[in-house]
């Protein structure tokens, strides 16, 4: 039996629990302690936690360094895209009025699709800043 | 001699803050291996957070998330700015580890007192 | 107050042990302190945020350039006087500058009547969000959280630039370092 079957059952348990409560953290950001930067952060600690025990080439083969480089970008096009769909339909960059017909619900929707973003950009910058420490010590 | 204590009294957890400020300071000064001033650099700056979140305490309140069986809450301006300010140093921080992990493949060692002696040395060989 | 006194202890510890692994797990205690300290002071969000960022992923980028460079301090060579007598006068400095700040937890100070306690009455009535900080961030103060990102992606651009090998590359690589 291998030293570290343990950890590796301890693992297995957790991950999908803190997956789930980082999704928990940023759908909840409107009415608890939380949002996209919260959220994003214990994401990667899941994706970390998972690396270390499991081993960086499994690691590799679930989440693919190409898909944590591209989310940093992608993120921070979904926010900065609502902001320019407002400035191209006519009001102020990053006012949420055009988006939706009630202006309180705009406020609430736009709130909700910017969170989404900053969820996207800080889970893979942080991912793709420790594939980046961990693949250089290895060639 | 009331005035006096009681300003220390009431400012007395500003200046345990500016202690553990201070010390942050001194680690990031006096200390030459470069990982250990970053570490003191983020002891420092989460100091100044704590600075930063106490004047915004009230006595009785809660946290500022509006509910209807509260009245008075926190000052959420700034939880705001302090929000963006832990991102910014967790940012600044993996820049100055990656640096750092340049520099040890360049040149060998991580501490300042080396690193000084040896760059004088190739400046004077050029 | 004890937490403030624990995380003046581990700050003696980082400043004094030597082996760094040992510093850095004082270093995710000491996260872990603050982000209690902070929840004291009725800042729930800032806390875990606090802990999420300092405890975790802090931490684990402090043991991999602990992995790809030496994990032991050299002994000082200095004298700790001179950063001490700094520290200390910067110390005095300060203390003096937060002589008139008001009491804590006060109510009418100018801080806590101005535009925070308007936030916290106008932001339900536009915005349907009863979390306060989360609406502030992300609609009243939203261009600034749009400055964050973009530094978490300049922050991701740079580790990358600075450590990332090409694939195949031996060619570029080896170039670059002829550059040198």
Redesign the interface.
């Known amino acids: 039996m291998r030293l570290d079957v343990i950890l590796r059952v301890v693992a297995k348990l957790f991950i999908p629990f803190i997956l789930l409560f980082a999704l928990y953290?940023q759908f909840h950001?409107?009415?608890?302690?939380?949002?996209g930067?919260?959220a994003g952060?214990?994401a990667?600690?899941a994706v970390?936690l998972y690396a270390i025990v499991f081993g960086l080439d499994r690691c590799k083969q679930v989440v693919p360094l190409a898909v944590a480089?591209a989310a940093?970008?992608i993120?921070?096009a979904i926010?900065?895209g609502t902001?320019l769909i407002a400035l191209v339909l006519g009001w102020n960059?990053?006012d949420?009025t055009p988006l939706f017909a009630d202006p309180?619900?705009a406020?609430?929707w736009?709130?909700f699709i910017?969170?989404l973003?900053?969820l996207v950009?800080?889970t893979?910058?942080?991912v793709?800043?420790?594939y980046?420490?961990?693949?250089?010590?290895r060639? | 001699m009331n005035g006096l204590i009681g300003t220390i009294v009431e400012h007395y957890n500003y200046w345990i803050t500016i202690a553990l400020m201070m010390m942050g300071l001194y680690i990031v000064v006096a200390k030459s291996n470069m990982i250990k001033t970053l570490i003191g650099m983020a002891i420092f700056q989460t100091t100044v957070y704590l600075l930063y979140l106490s004047p915004g305490k009230i006595v009785g309140g809660t946290a500022p998330i509006t509910a209807k069986q509260f009245e008075v809450y926190a000052n959420p301006l700034p939880h705001v700015l302090i929000l963006t300010a832990i991102v910014v140093g967790v940012a600044s921080l993996a820049m100055g580890l990656a640096l750092t992990v340049r520099i040890y493949e360049a040149y060998g060692t991580i501490e300042e007192d080396d690193l000084v002696q040896m760059v004088d040395a190739e400046d004077r060989a050029e | 107050m004890g937490l403030l006194t624990l995380i003046a202890v581990v700050t003696v510890g980082v400043i004094t042990v030597r082996n760094l692994f040992a510093v850095t797990v004082l270093f995710g205690a000491y996260s872990f302190l603050m982000a209690s300290v902070m929840l004291v002071l009725d800042a729930p969000d800032v806390a875990l945020t606090e802990a999420a960022v300092g405890a975790g992923v802090s931490t684990v980028l402090l043991l991999g350039a602990l992995y790809l460079t030496r994990t032991e301090e050299a002994p000082p060579r200095n004298s700790p006087l001179v950063p001490a007598a700094v520290a200390v006068i910067t110390g005095l400095i300060l203390i003096w500058g937060t002589w008139d700040l008001p009491g804590f937890g006060l109510a009418d100070t100018p801080v806590n009547t101005g535009v925070g306690q308007a936030y916290i009455e106008r932001t339900y009535e536009e915005t349907a969000v009863p979390n306060v900080v989360t609406a502030v961030l992300a609609t009243y103060r939203g261009y600034d959280t749009l400055g964050e990102v973009i530094v978490v992606f300049a922050a991701a651009i740079g580790v990358l630039m600075l450590l990332r090998r090409l694939p195949a590359g031996s060619d570029e690589a080896s170039s670059e370092e002829k550059e040198k």
């Not at chain 1, 950001?29 to 949002?35: D, E, K, L």
């Open positions: 953290v950001g409107h009415y608890s302690p939380g949002g930067f919260q952060v214990i990667a600690a970390f480089e940093v970008w993120g921070v926010f900065a902001g960059f990053l949420y309180v619900d406020q609430y736009g709130i910017v969170e973003g900053v950009s800080v893979g910058a942080m793709a800043i420790f980046a420490f961990v693949l250089r010590g060639q």
